[in-house]
T-cell receptor, first 114, second 115 residues
Framework: AQSVSQHNHHVILSEAASLELGCNYSYGGTVNLFWYVQYPGQHLQLLLKYFSGDPLVKGIKGFEAEFIKSKFSFNLRKPSVQWSDTAEYFCAVNERSSASKIIFGSGTRLSIRP | GAVVSQHPSWVICKSGTSVKIECRSLDFQATTMFWYRQFPKQSLMLMATSNEGSKATYEQGVEKDKFLINHASLTLSTLTVTSAHPEDSSFYIC???????????FGPGTRLTVT
């Protein structure tokens, strides 16, 4: 079955630490990949997306993600986190043949210690 | 990004009653909208794809007679939870698909509490 896996359920970091959140998917065809963020009490916002081209994608707020096709992965990174990055992060995948349905991973809660 | 609104933002209803949730695309005409539900501290689960002018496509395990979706115009989709029960209490989120794109923009969600 098609799925999206986020292995870290809760990550706790101190400010200025580096961040990497894992995301793996299991789809056979061509995919589009997304990272969404949900700040406390707010709605989902798109952090970054990959459709094609350069597998290293830069998004908003200093985030980036790398698509590694051979590993079916799309990990999210940030070199130096801030307290304001405290949020829930969702990896999501759309298989291009599936009428734009986006399937979400289980999410990773990121807590930043000031 | 596109602006998507939902109404109401929070609703409390009694068991057995029906509740209608609206999702509006404020920036562009959306032929395709999506409905998700999110349980506390969990991910979004796709319920159905709402297509303007045609029947919604429901995901496996979602009761179409319980969760009625109507996409009567290019800017409005509605989700009606019929004969609601406490287990239907959840956060319901809609999204709109940007035309000719794979991107989706999400509404702020509607919290449904069934007592």
């Amino acid at each position: 079955a098609q799925s999206v896996s986020q292995h870290n359920h809760h990550v706790i970091l101190s400010e200025a630490a580096s961040l990497e959140l894992g995301c793996n998917y299991s789809y056979g065809g061509t995919v589009n990949l997304f990272w969404y963020v949900q700040y406390p009490g707010q709605h989902l916002q798109l952090l970054l997306k990959y459709f094609s081209g350069d597998p290293l994608v830069k998004g908003i707020k200093g985030f980036e993600a790398e698509f590694i096709k051979s590993k079916f992965s799309f990990n999210l990174r940030k070199p130096s986190v801030q307290w304001s990055d405290t949020a829930e992060y969702f990896c999501a995948v759309n298989e291009r043949s599936s009428a734009s349905k986006i399937i979400f991973g289980s999410g990773t809660r990121l807590s930043i210690r000031p | 990004g596109a602006v998507v609104s939902q109404h109401p933002s929070w609703v409390i209803c009694k068991s057995g009653t029906s509740v209608k949730i609206e999702c509006r695309s404020l920036d562009f005409q959306a032929t395709t909208m999506f409905w998700y539900r999110q349980f506390p501290k969990q991910s979004l689960m796709l319920m159905a794809t709402s297509n303007e002018g045609s029947k919604a496509t429901y995901e496996q395990g979602v009761e179409k007679d319980k969760f009625l979706i109507n996409h009567a115009s290019l800017t409005l989709s509605t989700l009606t939870v019929t004969s609601a029960h406490p287990e239907d209490s959840s956060f319901y989120i809609c999204s709109v698909r940007y035309p000719s794109s794979y991107e989706q923009y999400f509404g702020p969600g509607t919290r449904l509490t069934v007592t």
